[in-house]
């Protein structure tokens, strides 16, 4: 059965206003796991070789995370370092990644405004999200359009909500071939 893998990355999800909301409607869905890794390994040692067995379980992986100083939550990054290694993703034998999708759904703090040439961040979420369009590509990865929401500082909790159906159809839209979600 095709599978989607949501690897949850945010370091303080009781908290989050959209990030919570989104693993707890997904949670709903049969063909979705949802891994968040500050719950599974809150000293942050990562077991490597469960993870890469988790992974090779599904055919898409979905990022999502808070966008923080211009990329993901620390320990995001840590898992990529460590999960994703020589022979096994990449490099010589390194297949076990190769033709899975690959997703990022994003929460942003700033408006859509400020992600683009002379905003307040001066790139767009596209141009400071290639590290990992470049990470899906070495691994041989599909790279699917993002989900991004943009604005959370200034959002309600009615945003909140309309933004669960949005980032449904964006899986649905781009994993639709796979028939991966109803």
């Not at 409607?25 to 719950?39: M, P, V």
Request: net charge neutral; proline share 4%.
């Amino acid at each position: 059965m095709k599978r989607i893998l949501v690897i949850v990355a945010h370091p303080d999800i009781e908290n989050s206003l959209i990030n919570k909301r989104w693993v707890e409607e997904l949670s709903k869905e049969e063909n979705i796991t949802i891994h968040e890794l500050y719950k599974a390994y809150p000293t942050e040692q990562i077991e490597v070789k469960s993870e890469q067995k988790l992974v090779e379980m599904h055919d898409t992986i979905i990022f999502q995370f808070p966008f923080y100083w211009y990329s993901s939550p620390p320990l995001l990054k840590k898992w990529q370092d460590e999960v994703l290694t020589y022979g096994w993703a990449y490099g010589r034998d390194g297949t076990k990644l190769k033709g899975k999708s690959f997703m990022l759904a994003i929460s942003t703090g700033s408006a859509m405004s400020a992600y683009k040439a002379g905003g307040k961040n001066q790139f767009s979420i596209d141009e400071l999200t290639k590290p990992f369009q470049a990470m899906s590509n070495l691994v041989g990865m599909k790279f699917l359009p993002s989900f991004v929401f943009y604005g959370l500082n200034n959002s309600t909790r009615e945003d909140v909500e309309k933004s669960i159906p949005l980032y449904m159809d964006h899986m649905k839209e781009h994993c639709m071939e796979k028939k991966l979600i109803k």
